[in-house]
């Protein structure tokens, strides 16, 4: 019975294409906009856990202030000094590499090329607490960070647009009025967590950039990599104590600097996204309720349209369920051609958009499961009330009704 059934809607449903089509227009809408979204969303955490993750494995950035900002008020909080780092690397166990950050900025000029960019000072545990792989060349030795010459590692971006496709390795370009020799090249990362392109960067020695850029010897950041055998809250809170003692802060007083640890950011962006995902497939699921509607009225047509069928087929003996049976399966089907119709456009939707986007195309069994057998419960739900309104007809009034 269930077989002839399902003949009987599908029929029903081909002799009616584009009313059908229409009907089922909401969920093929309400089913791609959610695994769409859902699909996306998915790739963007991914995408932002993949880039806090380029920052550094187990890595904790120590920064002034009380956040990445400055903040308002008072005057600013004392930059750092390499002797810190010095007194982090010997006093604090459980610390595998120190590495200073010093910040500036400059026009780099090559020939008729120039190009805007970020001038780092820092050393060559840099390149291991990044965990940031040099395509061609080498990191700083010792004698050149101690002298400070004039060297550089320089990103994918600042390459690209200073020696179009030549080797930069052994040639000079200027950076403000300094000349500075690249020696090696840093693998491409992209964008960053916060929107930063990473590969739009100079690498010198901190000496240098203090002597010739920001004519100081403070130390904007340090970045520190914790040994994975030890445990990451402990070297936190020793360094913190460090920090006030060397810092003379003491009693109830606020620390004038923060330790932050890459895996909490990474985990607090992540979970930001994934509510902003959720919110926006709830928002979408909203238009699966509204094709269940026009499923349900387009159903309640055809049963006034079809009462004189109904009502020849309960004459010959047809019972009030196999009537029943026949609206609700005929609503079902129409649901689930619609569910597949949507996540047939989610699909193409999703692989064309993922990369537009920047985000991993992450493809979510569960999900598309999940928004197909909605869709089906939404046949089911929205179907049942003009199926039993079909059961219900009387025989002889049906025969009646032109």
Request: hydrophobic share 50%; aromatic share 6%.
């Amino acid at each position: 019975m269930i077989g002839a059934t399902f003949v009987l809607a599908l029929r029903e449903i081909r002799r009616h294409l584009l009313r059908s089509f229409l009907t089922i227009l909401g969920i093929v809408i309400g089913v791609a906009a959610v695994v769409t979204m859902v699909t996306l969303g998915n790739g963007a955490t991914e995408a932002v856990r993949e880039q806090i993750a380029g920052l550094g494995a187990n890595l904790l950035q120590i920064r002034p202030g009380q956040g990445f900002g400055r903040g308002g008020g008072g005057p600013p909080p004392r930059d750092f000094q390499l002797d810190d780092l010095d007194a982090i690397r010997e006093q604090v166990d459980g610390v595998r590499v120190v590495a200073p950050l010093a910040q500036s900025s400059g026009i780099a000029v090559r020939n008729a090329a120039n190009w805007t960019t970020t001038i780092n000072g820092t050393t060559a545990d840099y390149f291991i607490a990044q965990n940031w792989a040099l395509t061609a060349g080498r990191p700083f030795t010792a004698a050149e960070e101690q002298a400070g010459r004039a060297v550089c590692v320089i990103g994918a971006t600042v390459a690209g647009n200073l020696f179009r496709g030549e080797d930069p390795v052994g040639q000079r370009f200027r950076l403000r009025d300094v000349a500075c020799e690249v020696i090696g090249t840093l693998a491409s990362r992209g964008q960053g967590g916060f929107g930063a392109d990473q590969d739009d960067v100079v690498l010198m020695p901190i000496k240098a950039v203090q002597r010739r850029f920001t004519g100081n010897r403070n130390v904007r950041a340090i970045l520190v990599q914790v040994d994975p055998d030890y445990d990451k809250a402990g070297v936190t809170a020793a360094i913190q104590g460090l920090l006030r003692e060397r810092r003379n802060i003491t009693g109830a007083k606020q620390d004038d600097f923060n330790v932050f640890d890459t895996a909490q950011i990474s985990e607090t962006l992540s979970g930001t996204t994934r509510i902003l995902t959720a919110l926006l497939g709830a928002v979408a699921a909203v238009s699966l309720l509204v094709g269940g509607i026009g499923i349900m009225n387009i159903m309640l047509v055809s049963v006034t349209e079809r009462t004189r069928e109904i009502g020849i087929r309960l004459a010959i003996g047809a019972i009030g369920r196999e009537v029943l049976l026949q609206f609700l399966v005929e609503a079902v089907v129409l649901a689930c051609i619609g569910g597949v119709i949507g996540l047939l456009l989610a699909l193409v939707a999703t692989v064309a958009l993922a990369p537009v986007l920047q985000v991993p195309f992450i493809f979510d069994p569960g999900i598309n499961a999940l928004a197909f057998g909605f869709s089906a419960l939404i046949g089911v739900v929205f179907g049942y009330f003009p199926a039993r309104r079909a059961a219900a007809l009387n025989p002889i009034e049906a025969l009646r009704h032109e």
